[in-house]
């Protein structure tokens, strides 16, 4: 019996891996042209996180919402973190 085509994969779109503080990992397929703002507010509502106070970096960069897997030279596979953002810097010692 002949086996069916694979379908080729979309070369619009890539698959990456966000990729939390407590290590925990989800997986997204995103348009290249798509900003991550929209990546970032599917992720927290999967997680039940505010996304308002979530940062995604990628590379060791901050990443803007307004930013797309293009700008930033994404491919299929990659990592995302995604961090809280983090207010204040500690107490004075007494």
């Known amino acids: 019996m002949p086996q ?4 080729a ?3 619009s779109s890539i698959e990456v891996k966000l990729k939390s ?3 925990r990992q989800l997986y997204f397929r995103i348009n290249l042209s798509t900003p991550l703002q ?3 507010v599917a992720y927290c509502q999967r997680m039940n996180f505010d996304y308002k106070a979530m940062q995604l970096v990628y590379n060791g ?3 803007t919402g307004k930013q ?3 700008q930033l030279g ?3 596979g990659d990592e995302i973190d995604a961090l ?3 207010m204040g810097g500690g107490c004075r010692a007494f």
Do not use: I
């Open 21 to 23: 503080q407590d290590g």
């Open 74 to 76: 994404m491919e299929d």
């Open 68 to 70: 797309t897997p293009e």
């Open 38 to 40: 929209r990546l970032l």
């Open 61 to 63: 960069n901050r990443v």
């Open 84 to 86: 809280t953002h983090q």
């Open 9 to 11: 994969l979309d070369q």
């Open 4 to 7: 069916p085509a694979k379908r």
